[in-house]
């Protein structure tokens, strides 16, 4: 069912957003963000038997599997997960998929923390709970049941790139994936078709740290240069992981507390300020719609 509803309303999900809101969409939480918060719900659910599932609205992005209750209530979460941007929870017979959406985040409560207005979704487990709350409702909670396939084969996740912490991600692979794409590099990136989770704050980051040119197309980049993007890539996403996220407005983790690594940014958000390497002033272009911040002189 839900992928009828999917195929129907996704490819048509940015015109029902109002400009406002579009551009919120553009920062809306990235991998870093989604694994800070698994690592912090994980000790708290892993091994916990589910005892109450509760809604709060019909859906959110798409509508609410109204049947979780009875799928989960007395059974074991058997660990958690990440693929994307997607925080998984994995039961013997299938897996929740939950998303973030543009402003969503989850904590960890005592039992009885009375709900609030923008609190859509409770996983009780015993004494304690995960509640997801998401002020704009764009976020997810999906459930793929084991018998329905592989999970790697969801609609939302089988298009899905190389996870950029795995070993299986390298510069070779990158470099062999991009020969036929004269793409600009960032938007290489952010289609997420190569690799996965490397948003459009890390995507310029990465970007400066490794001296490339945002615009460069991406079949023009050498072996060599990729070798650097790629530990680029993995040097800041470990390094905001490290932080607790980013500095989005709306990020909050598990624990209730907001990112930090806005605190490190060397290119992003700092249109017209200097250079924190050679002092050139920082340069912001639109590409694709998404605002693209690099330093002229030091990325070629």
């Keep these: 069912m839900f992928q009828k509803v999917h195929r129907k309303y996704i490819s048509r999900l940015c015109h029902f957003i109002p400009d406002a809101l579009f551009?919120?969409?553009?920062?809306m939480p990235e991998?870093?963000?989604?694994?800070?918060?698994?690592?912090?719900?994980?000790?708290?659910?892993?091994g916990r038997i589910v005892t109450a599932v509760t809604f709060r609205h019909r859906g959110l992005r798409w509508p609410f599997p109204l049947e979780l209750p009875a799928l989960l209530v007395g059974r074991e979460v058997r660990g958690t997960g990440r693929r994307?941007?997607?925080?998984?929870?994995?039961?013997?017979?299938?897996?929740?998929?939950i998303h973030l959406g543009m402003s969503g985040h989850l904590r960890i409560l005592e039992l009885g923390v009375e709900p609030q207005k923008h609190d859509h979704f409770d996983?009780?487990?015993?004494?304690?709970?995960?509640?997801?709350?998401?002020?704009?409702?764009?976020?997810?909670?999906?459930?793929?049941?084991?018998?329905?396939?592989?999970?790697?084969?969801h609609v939302l996740l089988a298009g899905l790139g190389l996870e950029p912490l795995e070993d299986?991600?390298?510069?070779?692979?990158?470099?062999?994936?991009?020969?036929?794409?004269?793409?600009?590099?960032?938007?290489?990136?952010?289609?997420?078709?190569i690799v996965v989770g490397v948003g459009n704050i890390y995507a310029s980051e990465s970007l400066f740290r490794?001296?490339?040119?945002?615009?460069?197309p991406a079949h023009r980049i050498s072996l060599a240069r990729y070798e650097r993007l790629v530990d680029a890539i993995r040097i800041i996403l470990a390094a905001a992981i490290e932080k607790g996220g980013s500095t989005l407005r709306d990020f909050i983790g598990a624990d209730g507390?907001?990112?930090?690594?806005?605190?490190?940014?060397?290119?992003?958000?700092?249109?017209?300020?200097?250079?924190r390497n050679c002092g050139a002033l920082i340069?912001?272009?639109?590409?694709?719609?998404?605002?693209?911040?690099?330093c002229k002189k030091c990325q070629k």
Excluded: M
Aim: charged share 20%; net charge positive; aromatic share 10%.
């Design 283 to 294: 340069t912001q272009i639109k590409q694709g719609q998404r605002s693209t911040f690099y």
């Design 123 to 153: 996983l009780v487990v015993g004494r304690r709970l995960l509640r997801l709350t998401d002020p704009r409702r764009f976020g997810a909670v999906l459930w793929h049941a084991d018998a329905d396939g592989p999970l790697e084969q």
């Design 210 to 216: 490794a001296g490339i040119n945002p615009k460069t």
């Design 257 to 275: 507390q907001s990112g930090y690594f806005q605190q490190s940014y060397f290119v992003y958000d700092r249109a017209g300020l200097p250079c």
């Design 31 to 46: 991998l870093p963000e989604v694994e800070v918060t698994r690592r912090g719900v994980a000790p708290h659910l892993d």
């Design 23 to 27: 551009q919120r969409c553009l920062t």
């Design 168 to 193: 299986v991600f390298s510069a070779q692979i990158l470099y062999q994936k991009t020969r036929n794409r004269s793409a600009p590099i960032k938007q290489v990136l952010l289609a997420g078709d």
């Design 84 to 97: 994307g941007k997607y925080l998984l929870l994995r039961f013997d017979h299938g897996t929740v998929i």
